[in-house]
């Protein structure tokens, strides 16, 4: 059985106890301190995960005009998960310590490159220690190179000329996963701009998961983004929010809820403010 959304802790602890190929990734990370991710992992981790980096594997390098989080090439990234001993056909489980907002981002990566057998551990390494399950602080031993490869994409992705055009096309719409001060232009800590690109709307992606920290059932996301969206299909819809990283939590949201072809604009905000002469709006519409 493969996993491509969520697995909960059960599931996974079954998994592991069967013959399926599976490799545990902690994806912890904070966006104001570029090595606590790091320090969170060496501190206690589920058994057995390795570790991966927002900033360095999932991450390129930064010009000051494609954004705080730009995508790397496909073929750097397959490398990089090569090395850590994927193959193409090993079940991957991500999990942070946020909510799965960076676990996320590896997620749809993962779809990205072709390999649909990915999906969050529901709850995180939260969830891991409430069902009793004890941490461990060693590294495990390096696995050998796998032989994972570079396959058709799963995902559709738009750049900054698509989204531009589409202001006024308006055949798509824009969903901005960041809090809704900051899609106001309020409170702005991240990017030297506040705003939004207009005919934006919010939809925070906290929002998607219950008090638990667990995500929300499918049919109360769909009826959430529905009323969000107006029921647009998602083949309609475009997930951005500050750097491409919680944006990629509403994909998997709407994935989970049956809001299938929803497209990434992987630059967004960070990237969008740095343009110049790039539209901005403000306020809540």
């Known amino acids: 059985m493969s996993y491509e959304t969520l697995i909960s802790v059960d599931q996974l602890i079954k998994l592991r106890e069967g013959a399926t190929p599976a490799l545990v990734i902690d994806c912890s ?48 990234f397959v490398q990089s998960m090569a090395a850590l001993g994927l193959n193409d056909d090993t079940q991957v489980i991500a999990y942070d310590n946020a909510g799965g907002m960076y676990a996320a981002r590896l997620w749809w990566m993962l779809r990205w490159v072709g390999h649909s057998s990915a999906a969050l551990l529901d709850g995180g ?68 701009i506040g705003g939004h690109i207009p005919g934006a709307r919010n939809r925070l992606f906290r929002d998607n998961l219950a008090a638990d920290g667990r995500f929300k059932p499918a049919e109360q996301l769909r009826q959430e983004f529905d009323a969000v969206t107006g029921g647009r299909p998602a083949t309609e819809l ?5 750097s491409g990283v919680t944006a990629s ?37």
């Open 125 to 192: 390494v939260a969830a891991w220690k409430a069902a009793g399950h004890s941490l461990e602080t060693a590294a495990p031993a390096p696995l050998a190179k796998g032989n994972f490869s570079l396959r058709p994409t799963l995902v559709s992705t738009v750049d900054y000329e698509a989204v531009k055009a589409n202001i006024d096309t308006k055949q798509q719409l824009v969903l901005d996963a960041r809090a809704p001060d900051r899609f106001r232009g309020e409170n702005e800590t991240l990017d030297p």
């Open 29 to 76: 990370f904070e966006l104001t301190d570029l090595t606590a991710g790091r320090r969170a992992y060496d501190a206690g981790h589920v058994p057995g995960a390795v570790f991966v980096d927002l900033e360095h594997t999932m991450s390129a390098e930064k010009t000051g005009k494609n954004g705080r989080h730009p995508l790397p090439s496909k073929e750097a």
């Open 249 to 285: 939590h509403n994909l998997l949201a709407m994935e989970i809820a049956g809001l299938k072809g929803a497209a990434l604009y992987p630059g967004s905000w960070s990237e969008w403010s740095a343009q110049p002469g790039a539209p901005i709006a403000t306020g809540s519409n």
């Open 238 to 242: 475009i997930s951005q929010c500050g």
